[in-house]
Structure formats: C-alpha cells, structure tokens
C-alpha cells in the first residue's frame, strides 16, 4: 500500500492536511483505529477509514453510514490516506483538491470479523467490528458488481448488520457535531477562516442539531 497517490493530488505548502511522511507514534496498543470524517467539498460526504498496514484504507460515502441493516450505502474507494490523517479537522482551501471543511465526525478502533483482512479485502466482502463514538457493532464492506468499474475508485457497499447496535435513528442527523471538539461544520469553518455558508449547508437544521 502506498500514500503516492494522496501525496500526487495535494500541496502540503497550502493545504493543513498531514503529508503522512513522518510516522506517528502509535498509541494504546495494537488495536486498529477507524475514523469518519464528515466533508463538505464539493459535495457532502463521509470519509470512511480503516487503518490497515500502516495506513488509512478509505471510502467517501456520500449519504454518511446508517444503522439500519435494510440500507446499503455506496462507498466509493479512493486513495489510501497516512495514519496521521485520522486527527485532522480543519478547513482545506477552496482551488486545492477536496477544497472544503473536513469534521472528525466518529472515531474509535475497529475489529476484522476474519483471520485474514487482506484476503477479505482482495475477495471483496470485509466483515467487522466497530468501537466507535457514533458507530458500533458488526458492518460489512461488499464490492459491487456491475457499475463503478473504475479500477482505481471501485464502489463498495456499507451495510451494518443486525445486531444490538442497529437502529433505524438517522444517526448523520442526530449525530451531527464533531467527536472532537463538538462543533459544527459551520463553526469549523468560522473558526478556521473557511466558507462558513458552504459548511453550513451540510449541517442539519437547527432544530435537528440539538445537543
């Protein structure tokens, strides 16, 4: 697995995000972290990452998860992301790729539900476990057939099972600010010099964002 790709596509002179050339201190053990990070670029979406062989598998989900094992989510895989990446909310420039305000909308550790992740990957079906502020229990990652031939951006599907931690609450809605810092996109963006009005239109209604 290589960070080539994310390094190609970004100016580390411009944009706050993590270059991922100096290798984080690992911290808690072995346990693999997970992260999602909601994104208002171009469009809304949820970033999806697994940390596998030292870096961040990623996923951009453009309706967010769901805790409804009826949905399936598309998740299309893009560039692999450095483990430093995990941490970063922040504000990207407009004119630079995935210009935008970026939110730690959930975090925690995750379990493969197989003996072999990478074999899973390779197959095509991953299952596992989520510990995470927002997101737990048993999911499923499944490559589609069919349409999203892009080898490079190939499209899976995100799919929680059922379990005691599957709810039809629409948890992007109810859930909506940062684990981190408990803000908003909108306040993320006013408070990093962003595009408060762009940020803001991924945000939910006031009344849905009761804390």
Known sequence: MSLDTYRRKRRFDVTPEPSGEKKPARKGGPALIFVVQKHRATQLHYDFRLEWNGVLLSWAVPKGPSLDPSVKRLATQVEDHPIDYA???????????????VM????????PETDDPGAALAKGELKFTLHGKKLKGSWVLVRTRGF???PTHPSWLLIKHRDDCASTEDVTANEPYSVTTHRLLADIARDDGGDVAKAASGDPTPRKAAR
Request: aromatic share 16%.
């Open 104 to 111: 730690v909308w959930d975090k925690g550790t995750w379990e």
């Open 148 to 150: 999203g031939k892009n």
């Open 87 to 101: 941490p970063f909310e922040g504000v990207i420039p407009e004119g630079e790729y995935g210009g935008g305000t």
